[in-house]
């Protein structure tokens, strides 16, 4: 800019010193030859094209500047771009790609000019539209710019590995020949971002299904039991009243178990699921644990199995009683009738670990893994038989996990699954306490007991 | 029962794989009149189907094992059950399953909850037409 400027001066003063000494001349010869007045005519228009010349050089130079700054701008723009910007020949060669292009296709500064279009965007396998066809289209418009929109590709790179992308192409005239720029974007994170979002959306799409179908069944036993009671009642023996009411006070726990499940799950994905922790005995909970289980109906056998007493647990007792909970009730819910469920903790001083054994069918290998997920059943949820939205392990897990423990299914000896659940520690060992209502202290130093 | 032709009670066959399902409608049925013979599975159903003689059944859909619709085939390929009428009783308000009940000629298609008398007058009504009827009954 500065050198422009300094150019442009230097030349309006050479050119002033020259008109300045042309008029000097002229003067002299007004002075010494009058009859040169024709000539002396000729000189100030041979000055006057002189300027106009100059004027007309200082513009162009002027433009010439202001051209080359913009391509240096364009080129920056170019260069700074996170998109691929490449152009490409009519023969599909490409012949300019920005650094963008050539980092997301995995090549050095200049790799890419020269190769094949195709070698980095491929034609789509899955469909008959390719970038050729879009090509072939663009060419068909005729020469002029033309623009077709973006599409999602693959993008290939140097190594081979494949990527979604974005590609938006147009056609560009230059020099009566038809050049083809294509911006092309890596859109690898949205996808997965769109994936997951699929995925939440389907769960939860899902969870409605299934949580109105889980209604329907107690509402049913609402309905139909109210219908008894309020227009049928004087034709029920008192039998027939007392096992009413009993189906619509279990059909009432199922609805609050399937709201609680809910609510929880909604706190888990909210992140406020939470621990209080406290010190508290492993083998009081499990106690309280299969006492409340049984309270709400459950009629299974519990063989309380815990052969320590000693530990104490720093953990939160409500929540440590939930997972029982939820495992007795999967225990319950899948073991076969007349065959019982043990229940017991053990301790390695850094950790206390609690079980759950039943004689239920078993968890395959392959689903192991996949038990503790969200909406997990083992079977179709929307055909199975037993109560649940496939939440109670899942909200199993997150508990355990938020006290920096793990829970795990085992297959169990003799047939049956062993789930079972480690919680740090982070206790004393405790003088020996009598629990307190524990039919399996009755005996001295057995702690075996069993609830039935 | 007084609609029947014989005087005799209707003779419903309730097949579901939920027992409490299974008992509500039972002590509904009963208490109107109707003979009620229970099934707790879709096989368990085909077996009273053909050995009980019912003069309808009402089938859930959604069983683990033998579904409704596996059972409703089945009915249809046994010379013995052929002609049994058949209405669905289900929690599935799905329009492709009531599509489907209308296309294998279902006599009916009612959604879990239902209200009990309007149960009791559809049985009543398919019974009275010898099964020739179509009728869905959705909740709300």
Not at chain 1, 59 to 74: C, D, G, I, M, P
Not at chain 1, 164 to 189: F, H, L, R, Y
Request: net charge negative.
């Amino acid at each position: 800019m500065k050198v422009g400027l300094r150019n442009e001066q230097e030349s309006s003063a050479e050119k002033m010193e020259i008109i300045s000494r042309i008029k000097e001349i002229s003067c002299d010869l007004e002075r010494t030859a009058p009859e040169t007045g024709e000539y002396q005519k000729e000189l100030m228009a041979v000055v006057g094209r002189i300027n106009t010349v100059g004027r007309t050089v200082s513009r162009t130079l002027a433009a010439k500047k202001a051209l080359q700054r913009s391509e240096e701008f364009l080129q920056r723009v170019t260069d700074a771009a996170n998109d691929a910007i490449m152009l490409v020949g009519s023969t599909g060669k490409i012949t300019y790609s920005n650094p963008a292009g050539e980092r997301m296709f995995g090549y050095a500064a200049g790799g890419l000019p020269g190769r094949e279009m195709e070698s980095v965007v491929p034609a789509r396998r899955d469909s008959d539209s390719s970038l050729q066809d879009h090509y072939t289209r663009l060419a068909e418009q005729g020469p002029g710019p033309g623009d077709i929109g973006t599409v999602e590709m693959t993008g290939l790179r140097r190594g081979g590995n494949e990527f979604p992308v974005e590609v938006s192409i147009s056609m560009v005239p230059d020099n009566g020949q038809q050049v083809t720029e294509a911006i092309i974007g890596d859109i690898s994170e949205r996808k997965t971002a769109q994936a997951t979002i699929e995925k939440q959306t389907e769960e939860l799409r899902n969870l409605i299904d299934v949580a109105a179908h889980e209604l329907r069944h107690p509402a049913t036993i609402f309905k139909g039991y109210a219908f008894l009671l309020l227009e049928r009642r004087e034709t029920l023996s008192p039998e027939a009243f007392d096992d009413a009411v009993r189906r619509i006070d279990e059909a009432a726990t199922r609805v609050t178990r399937l709201v609680n499940d809910l609510f929880d799950a909604s706190r888990i994905e909210r992140g406020k699921m939470g621990v209080k922790r406290e010190d508290v005995q492993p083998g009081k909970l499990i106690i309280r644990a299969v006492e409340e289980t049984r309270m709400n109906g459950c009629q299974r056998d519990f063989i309380l199995a815990s052969h320590d007493e000693m530990t104490e647990l720093h953990a939160d007792p409500e929540r440590i009683k939930q997972v029982l909970w939820i495992l007795l009730d999967n225990a319950d819910k899948f073991s076969p009738e007349n065959t019982d469920v043990e229940i017991w903790h053990e301790s390695n001083g850094a950790e206390v670990v609690f079980h759950v054994a039943d004689r239920g069918p078993g968890v395959p290998e392959e689903k192991r893994a996949v038990l503790f997920e969200r909406f997990f059943q083992g079977e179709d949820v929307l055909h199975h038989s037993t109560p649940g939205i496939g939440l109670g392990l899942h909200i199993a897990r997150t508990i355990v996990n938020e006290h920096g423990g793990w829970i795990e299914v085992r297959p169990r000896e003799g047939g049956g699954s062993d789930f079972c659940f480690g919680i740090p520690a982070f206790g004393r060992p405790l003088d020996i306490t009598p629990v307190p209502e524990d039919p399996a202290t009755e005996e001295p130093g057995v702690k075996v007991g069993i609830f039935s | 029962m007084s609609d029947s032709p014989e005087d005799q009670p209707l003779k419903v066959l309730v097949v579901d794989d939920d027992p409490n399902i299974v008992a509500v409608v039972a002590a509904i049925l009963c208490g109107e009149g109707f003979q009620v013979l229970e099934a707790t599975s879709g096989k368990q159903g085909l077996e009273l189907a053909r050995t009980a003689s019912p003069d309808i059944v009402l089938l859930d859909i959604m069983m683990p094992e033998i579904g409704g619709f596996e059972v409703y085939r089945r009915l249809r390929l046994d010379p013995l059950t052929e002609n049994l009428p058949v209405m669905f009783l289900t929690a599935s308000m799905k329009p492709e399953h009531i599509n489907r009940s209308t296309e294998l000629g279902a006599s009916g298609y009612i959604t879990k909850p239902f209200s009990p008398l309007a149960l009791v007058n559809a049985l009543k009504e398919t019974c009275r037409l010898g099964g020739e009827s179509s009728i869905v009954l959705k909740s709300f």
